[in-house]
């Protein structure tokens, strides 16, 4: 199964600076223990005590996981995952 | 240094003005490596806060995919801070995650003066950079 990763610029030093990667898995949660396998580190910047980091927005498709279910989120054939950091901040 | 356009620092400067007391924050987008700030990109805070913003998660991805569709990247991504100084907060620079971007922060925190100023924020470094304003003004 193929599922289009599209990597924002600030991991790509952790995919050797590719855009669009690869990856397979039944959920979002397996297809980032699949990455992670093959650039390691990049699961920590997503996950982090078994769930989605709150300021990283990952979409399947044109959803954002959040909305459904997650990292228990269920992936099809030629889906695509976008992983965005969110843009935030504030006066503290 | 940011070298911005008088019309797309005056849409900036206005943004912030409106949204006062809340935060406003958006993004001047560019042809990629150009460094730019031509499509000015006024963006929703889903915060609504007065000391938070963040950009609405599904108006990123359509921004953000548009600019990919048109080669551009951000170039600068602005917010106020409607009662502080114009200089990244701690939250600023921890969630600062592009770093080719300028972040450029203005303060509406006095009614008749405005603070704009910009900055690079890179691995949690913060460094200031001059703004040059260019085209017609209202003392040129």
């Known amino acids: 199964m193929a599922i289009e990763v599209r990597i924002p610029t600030i991991l790509r030093n952790l995919t050797d600076d590719a855009k669009v990667v690869e990856g397979s898995g039944a959920t979002i949660g397996e297809l ?31 959803e954002d ?17 976008t992983v965005l950091p969110a843009v935030a901040g504030g006066s503290r | 240094m940011l070298r911005i356009d008088r019309s797309i620092y005056d849409k900036i400067v206005a943004h912030a003005r409106r ?8 993004v001047v987008a560019g042809p990629e490596k150009s460094d730019l700030p031509e499509r000015f990109i006024e963006m929703a805070n889903a915060e609504r806060s007065p000391t938070f ?5 599904l108006e ?30 701690r939250t600023d620079i921890s969630y600062a995650s592009e770093p080719g971007a300028h972040y450029v922060l203005v ?27 260019v085209g017609a003004g209202a003392d040129q």
Not at chain 2, 74 to 89: G, L, N, Q, R, W
Request: charged share 35%.
């Open chain 1, 32 to 62: 980032f223990t699949d990455l992670d396998g093959r650039y390691p580190g990049i699961g920590e910047r997503l996950v982090d005590g078994g769930k989605l980091r709150r300021f990283i927005n990952v979409y399947l498709n044109d």
């Open chain 1, 65 to 81: 996981v959040r909305f459904v279910g997650g990292l228990e989120a269920e992936l099809s054939d030629g889906d695509s995952v």
């Open chain 2, 19 to 26: 949204d006062h007391p809340d935060e406003a924050c958006g």
């Open chain 2, 53 to 57: 913003y963040r950009f609405d998660s």
């Open chain 2, 60 to 89: 990123q991805l359509k921004v953000w995919r548009e600019m990919d569709d048109r080669d551009e990247e951000p170039v600068v991504i602005y917010h106020s801070h409607t009662a502080t100084e114009a200089y990244p907060s």
């Open chain 2, 107 to 133: 303060s509406t925190r006095e009614p008749d003066a405005v603070e704009f100023r910009s900055y690079r924020i890179v691995d949690g470094q913060v460094t200031e950079e001059p703004v040059e304003v």
